[in-house]
């Protein structure tokens, strides 16, 4: 672990430094370079944690938990329980209903969940909440805010992403600025791509919990019959593909094969539908 | 009775004063209306594209519906424009985007033929907090942070809580996209 610190700081030292004044690729190119999820983690974990807690706080200060212990330790072991069936299942995972009759769900980095009170009223069954959260867990796992902050970015925000010397320093205005991008996210919305391989991985993540694999699909059916006038989902289909082009991806990516994912729904006994 | 049903529902979308040609779903295209939630299953029918059906139910993949050719089981991602049986969501018949769509499948037949639209959420006029423009201005919240993590389960109580209700862990690999295309749309 501290040979990848001693690694971070010499790669942020290289992006400190002006790139005309050495001969190195252009900032673009290095971004694109270090970009993708699968590389080895430019951020460390109790980094990501800490981006993904901050940027939480923010998104509750927008809207802040649903007074309802029940509902949300019920969420927190279907969530838990997913994560748990991934290839990150020591990330402190974390979920929550945030008290908004808007129809959204959102993934902050490190392991970090939430669906709103208005999307959780409009599901039927807990095949159809697995498939949600498992959705999100995949935007956590794939690291793609992470990697959409690190793009829309400046020097700045690597260094502070990065770390310099112990997790406490670094935490100045470049910090903020990295939790404002990635508050600014929620707003702005991911790449499509992104958000068609969350769909992919959530299927796969929900049938590995025991899930029926077409809980999300239903979820998508649900959400593409919400007339587009309704202003509590307003900015969920503005931030993400269709819920037609998304449901056509998944046709696709799973065919006949994931037929056999149906469960037995027994679980779904225990969901009690949600006040709006 | 379906069919009687399907036509009064045409009429009173008809009467409501909308471009809806057809009621609930809709295939995307042509596809086998089965006898069971099967591949194997007989057929009983093949529907083209673009034929209405109210979703009755769902099972796994496939959707049991009622079409003017009867009753059967089709695949549930050949279908567009419901939200399906006992759906919470939108149930008003309005057309939207490109298809001819209506919400709500058999709780939009019930709602409109009840006169009211008990599917339909309340109009989302002081909607808390999670619009754009809140998210942009959003400042945060340590209190309701410390409580996220208070309710954070453990994986021993995540673990039973899948064994009581028989959820039994399977190893299912990733999937990769289709095709290029798809991260494109």
Redesign the interface.
Known sequence: MNRLRLLFVATAFAFALPAAALPLPGFGKLKSMLGHAKDVGEVSEPREIELGADISANLLGAAPLLDDAATQQYVNKVGLWLALQTERPDLPWRFGVLDSANVNAFAAPGGHVFITRGLLARLRSEDELAGVLAHEIAHVLRRHHLVAIQKSGKRGLMTDLVGVASERSGKGENWNKVISAGTELYARGLDKGDELEADRMGVVIAARGGYDAFGLPAVLQTLDAIHADDGSIALMFKTHPSPAARLLALDRAMGTQFDRYAGDGNHNRRFKPAAP | MTRFALLLFTLFTLCAGTAVAAAGSQTIRPVELKSAPS?DAASAATLPADTPVQVLQ????WYEVSSAQGNGWLR?????????A?????S?A?G??KGN?????FAGLRGLVTGGNPGK?????G??????E???N?????A??E???A?????G???R??AE???????????????EK????
Do not use: I
């Open positions: 591949a769902r099972k796994g993949a549930m991602l050949s279908v567009r424009g419901s939200a399906g006992a759906a919470g969501g939108a008003q309005k939207k985007g769509k209506s919400g709500g499948g959420p309340a109009v989302a006029t909607v808390r907090g999670l619009s754009e809140d998210l942009r959003a400042r945060p919240d340590r309701e942070l409580k996220l993590l309710l954070a389960a453990e994986a109580e995540a673990r809580f899948a209700a028989k959820l039994a862990p399977r190893q299912v690999d990733y999937l990769a996209a289709a095709n798809d991260a494109a749309r």
